[in-house]
């Protein structure tokens, strides 16, 4: 059975002012999994983040890290973590290779090791020839994945990451994919990725959470959100012109398409519009996307807001 890395229970955080940043998220996320929190700017991914590490205290509910709780033992969910957001500053007059050394030093590395892991990181992030340029000179790519680099150093057992491919070019942002990937796989690395890029988290994560406004509108596989929400499969078909299919709604690249109550009607379909004397062209299934997903969920908390 494969253990939790994450867990929080009616986990919910309260600022002055009576404002609720969260309200009562409960999620799990397993070891080695990739898990995408989804939402915009100020729907409390942050928030949650700071929970999960200690840098907040909930003002109701709990939370653990590898099965610590972070309000209690800060330091030890620190020692297990990797953490790369807007907050996590690193020092403008220092090169590249002396902040990951220090960064190394500060996760009880003596100076040797800190140098080696620090080497490790700048080749895996394609910034070797950058080493010793002040972090100042980097430009925002650059920096962005000296951020990674850092939530790197210690080897987390946890990976907190909020827009970790922002700024960077699609050779670069591909290639922090595949060591996030790898990590997760190879490694049992647990990432909980905070974002907005709703096709880049498509791309590579296995579950996901929909936030807005601190709390939680949906949970969970592609699949089993698109099951939930009511968005199903379309059944896309391409017959010759002037050939009209009933039942069908006519799209703007010339397919035809309806709905699918799951994958398997597929054939028994197709079937049938042979049967009826339809000239099949082609044929393809349309599955719903995580943008289709999270606009549908979005939308349901928006109407049942105003009812």
Known sequence: ?????????????AYD?????LKNLSIDVSQGEVFGF????GAG????????????????????????????????????????TDSARMYGQMTGMENLAFFAQTADMDEKEAKTRAEELLKAMDLWNARDKKLRAYSTGMTQRLSLARALVN???????????SGLDPENAQAVN???????????????????????AQDICERYGIIEKGELLACGTLESMSKSAQIYPK???????????????????????TDLTQEEDMPPLLKKLVGDGHEIYEARIVRPTLEDIYFRYVQIHGEEALS
């Open 235 to 257: 059944a896309a078909i391409r017959v010759k012109d002037g050939d009209e299919l009933e039942g069908f709604a006519r799209t703007d690249g010339g397919w035809w398409q």
């Open 178 to 200: 595949r060591l996030i990937s790898s990590m997760a796989s190879g490694q049992g690395v647990t990432v909980f990725l905070c974002t907005h890029q709703l096709r880049y």
């Open 38 to 41: 989804l939402g915009p700017n």
């Open 17 to 21: 002012k009576g404002v609720d940043a």
């Open 155 to 165: 080897r987390p057992k946890v990976l907190f990451l909020d827009e970790p491919t």
């Open 1 to 13: 059975m494969t253990e939790l890395a994450i867990h929080t229970d009616q986990l919910s955080k």
């Open 45 to 84: 991914k942050t928030t949650t983040v700071k929970l999960l590490t200690g840098l907040l205290k909930p003002t109701k509910g709990q939370c653990a890290v590898m099965g610590l709780s972070p309000s209690l033992r800060q330091t030890d969910v620190h020692r297990i973590c990797g953490v790369m």
